[in-house]
Structures are given as C-alpha cells and as structure tokens.
C-alpha cells in the first residue's frame, strides 16, 4: 500500500497538514529553547533534528 503524497490531497486537507505542522515545528522551537537553558545537550540535538525534519515536510508540501 502506498502512503498518500501531497499531490493527493485537496487543497483544504494540504492547508490542514501544514497548519498542523506549523504548529509542530513552532513547538520544537519552544522544546529547543528551554532544553538550551539547562537540559541534557542531546535533548537538544534530537529536538534540532526534529524541527528539521519537519521544516523539510513543510518546505515539501508548500510546493
């Protein structure tokens, strides 16, 4: 079974996945943050990643 691409959605269900990982991203940068103000350093680089990650997906479907 193949996993939809964006291509596939409707414009509203497109407008919905982005604005749901707008959120997302917006709170990784919140988890980044806090963790630089004293948590473990990996706790970072994994939350770095993540918001990585999912700006590339944001990037992809806002094409």
């Given at each position: 079974m ?19 990982l ?6 990784i ?35």
């Open positions: 193949t996993q939809p691409t964006a291509s596939d959605m409707t414009p509203s269900e497109r407008r919905a996945a982005l604005r749901q707008i959120i997302a991203f917006g709170l940068n919140k988890t980044i943050e806090l963790s630089a103000s004293g948590a473990p350093r990996q706790v970072a680089e994994h939350a770095e990643a993540a918001r990585d990650l999912i700006g590339e997906l944001v990037a992809d479907l806002a094409r």
